[in-house]
């Protein structure tokens, strides 16, 4: 497997593990005004904060923590904020993250890379497309884990793999249980194709 995609899955489940805490504007059930479930939606809220940072940046990696087996996410769990994740870069060595979370509310901050990175600006995926690499990845997930309660993560992200330009990363987990991943499976992200399988024990 090529850098390109070991970033892929390096970057992915660091941040489909990333647990973000609830603060005072959440209500019981983490909900704010207005939800935001799908990538287009998130997206149609980052995309202008990170065109005010800096009109020139692109957009190379998404992430979305926590969904079903449709890509939207799921209400919160206890003390937990799902979101959909956003890194936009400069043409350079600095990213710009901007996350959406559940309830409409958001954060963003500059985050430095490293020199060697050979990135491009990722697709306009739509809710569809979300929706086609779920369902591919899905079948493969719980055919090999069996009926049960999940959730999952979803990562796009640009590569520097001429065979494969553009990955999708998507995990399961056991429903609101925000433990260790169950197992995940590497999509093509422009064709479906299975990539890789890792089954954990």
Request: aromatic share 10%; charged share 20%; glycine share 10%.
């Amino acid at each position: 497997m090529k850098k390109g995609l070991h970033l892929t899955i390096a970057v992915a489940l660091i941040s489909g593990l990333a647990l973000v805490l609830c603060d005072s504007g959440c209500d019981e059930d983490g909900n704010g005004g207005g939800k935001v479930r799908s990538l287009e939606k998130a997206r149609s809220i980052a995309d202008p904060i990170a065109d005010a940072w800096n009109p020139d940046a692109y957009n190379w990696h998404i992430t979305g923590s926590w969904v079903d087996e449709e890509g939207l996410l799921l209400p919160p769990g206890d003390s937990v904020l799902h979101f959909w994740h956003f890194r936009y870069n400069n043409n350079g060595n600095l990213d710009y993250i901007v996350t959406i979370y559940y309830d409409g509310t958001h954060t963003e901050f500059e985050q430095g890379l490293g020199d060697d990175l050979n990135l491009h600006e990722l697709p306009a995926y739509t809710d569809e497309d979300v929706e086609f690499l779920m369902g591919i990845a899905t079948n493969e997930l719980i055919g090999h884990l069996g009926a049960g309660d999940y959730m999952f993560t979803i990562t796009l992200q640009a590569t520097d793999d001429d065979n494969c330009p553009n990955s999708a990363l998507i995990t399961a987990y056991t429903k609101y249980v925000y433990g260790p991943p169950l197992a995940w499976v590497l999509l093509n992200a422009d064709t479906g194709e299975v990539l890789v399988r890792s089954w954990t024990p």
